[in-house]
């Protein structure tokens, strides 16, 4: 019986009963054979594991070109297995960096990220709250982040004073809610106010948050060769990226 065609039928479910068995003495009696179907075995297993069901597919297909009738120019069993192997490890590398990446992005937000404290309207001790304003900036520092967005959207809408959004940003940041902060602080740098260069700052996390290294590295770029603020610790971030 023919030990491609009976690797080929197990993996696509086809073995029939007869077949089954020829399988397991193989497996159990040659151990030529059986390094050759631990090989496939693992090739499948990377492929679906890294998502890559269309490189599945492509391999499937050649894959299938084995079993057509042979001719001269058909290739040779033991190139499939190279092939086979090149694939496993490109995978795994690619995975291996991908998910480090990932991990790591996340790690280094919680590392960097605190949120800016209240110098707009700092509230003592023992003193009472009278205006909204007073309110939200209250309940940011008490870490009540909904409610303090929620005042700090009404405060915007009033006076339209752009560290509202700077403060927004920060808030939607503590509560993980990285887009809605990207979207504040991209639009609080059109107006170069005394928050601008920290307003970078936050931006460049919430972007490596996000997974876009490519934005948050030219922006640590940007601030890590200035004298602006944490230019020192933008050098140590990018340093920690690469």
Known sequence: MDRDILIHNYFHQKLS??????????LENDPEFKATFELEKDLNTVLIDTGKEHLKQQFVDFENQEYEPQSE???????KYAIAACVIIGLSVFASKYFIDTTNTDDLFAENFAAYRNIVLPIERGEGIDTPQEEAFFKYEM???TAAIKGFEA???KTKEPYYLFYMANAYLALNETK???????KHQNFKDDFYEKSR?????????????????MLLEEISTGDGYNNKEAG???NAIR
């Open 17 to 26: 009963d007869e077949e089954q068995v020829a399988l397991n003495e193989l």
């Open 73 to 79: 120019t058909s290739f040779p069993s033991f190139l």
């Open 143 to 145: 870490k009540e982040y």
């Open 155 to 157: 405060e915007f809408e």
């Open 180 to 186: 809605q902060a990207i979207s504040l602080l991209e």
């Open 201 to 217: 700052w936050y931006l460049a996390l919430a972007y490596l948050k996000e997974k876009n290294k490519e934005k948050s590295v």
């Open 236 to 238: 140590t971030l990018l």
